[in-house]
């Protein structure tokens, strides 16, 4: 069977972090924005069992799940590094296995979500182009166009996960800079959810970088994820990066690269993930009285 990671041919160093991948060749790719009528028709079919309280929704890391499974709730998670042919979401066999899994969600459950942001964020903007009149960006590059497509897929499902869902919490992540949050899709879903959007510092929970990140959520309580950046916290991360010998960036030839450290930047840290939980857990207590 192909196998085939997309690796994008763009200018930010050796170490750069491409999590817009595919297993198939353009001509396979699935295109669910479509067909949500019909994936919601197939959901209220759905007669599984309904045992998860989180989803760790593009979770190559795994840590939501781990903070959620360690305090004794059941939890998933969803990437295409986890399972290259089951959990590709350019595929129709990815999307349907997300669906099955977000159908497995208990009410007042989470989904969690980093979707996939290397070709939406500045160190990639000289590739993908993306610009206040064109958020899609340069939709002739085949990176962008697989980029877009992840993206609404994700949201496609996510209008199946509120058609069918029972008050579910979502928590959709992406660096400050990304483009991703000013496309349509996520836009009108951002409305028909009521998510409000939150800003925060990623080096508040121990990140080895400042990386200023906006959260789309609708968890009650959220908003305790907002962090300022000062001067105290911002001389905390220098001292941590001094102590490790962390050297994010660097400039190369007049160009602003990624080192080693940067794709370590994408995987949460243990201190945000029981935030979150922290957060959710009390919410959940909550409705369960």
Not at 16 to 41: F, G, P
Not at 63 to 68: L, N, Q
């Amino acid at each position: 069977m192909l196998f085939v990671w997309l690796l994008l041919a763009l200018s930010w160093g050796a170490h750069s972090v491409v999590d817009t991948r595919t297993t198939v060749k353009e001509c396979d790719w699935y295109s669910a924005e479509n067909h949500v009528k019909q994936w919601i028709a197939f959901a209220r079919a759905f007669q599984g069992p309904r045992d998860l309280h989180a989803l760790d929704c593009f979770g190559a890391s795994c840590r939501i799940r781990k903070t959620w499974t360690d305090r004794g709730f059941e939890s998933e998670a969803y990437d295409v590094s986890l399972d290259p042919h089951g959990q590709d979401l350019s595929t129709k066999k990815g999307f349907r296995s997300l669906v099955l899994l977000g159908l497995r969600l208990l009410p007042n459950s989470i989904i969690v979500a980093g979707p996939p942001c290397s070709c939406f964020i500045f160190l990639s903007c000289s590739y993908h182009l993306r610009h206040q009149y064109g958020p899609k960006g340069a939709t002739w590059k085949p990176g962008v166009r697989l980029s877009n497509l992840l993206v609404t897929n994700f949201v496609a499902w996510l209008q199946v996960m509120l058609a069918v869902g029972s008050g579910i919490k979502f928590m959709i992540e992406q660096p400050r800079g990304s483009w991703m949050f000013k496309l349509k899709c996520m836009r009108r879903f951002q409305k028909a959810a009521n998510l409000r959007l939150l800003s925060t510092h990623m080096g508040a929970f121990d990140h080895l970088m400042e990386k200023p990140t906006w959260l789309l959520t609708n968890l009650s309580g959220g908003e305790r994820l907002e962090k300022s950046m000062n001067k105290e916290l911002r001389a905390k991360i220098k001292k941590r990066q001094l102590e490790l010998g962390v050297v994010p960036y660097k400039k190369k030839d007049g160009k602003v690269c990624g080192t080693k450290w940067l794709p370590q930047s994408a995987a949460y840290t243990p201190s945000f993930c029981r935030a979150v939980f922290n957060i959710w857990a009390k919410c959940w207590l909550l409705l369960q009285n």
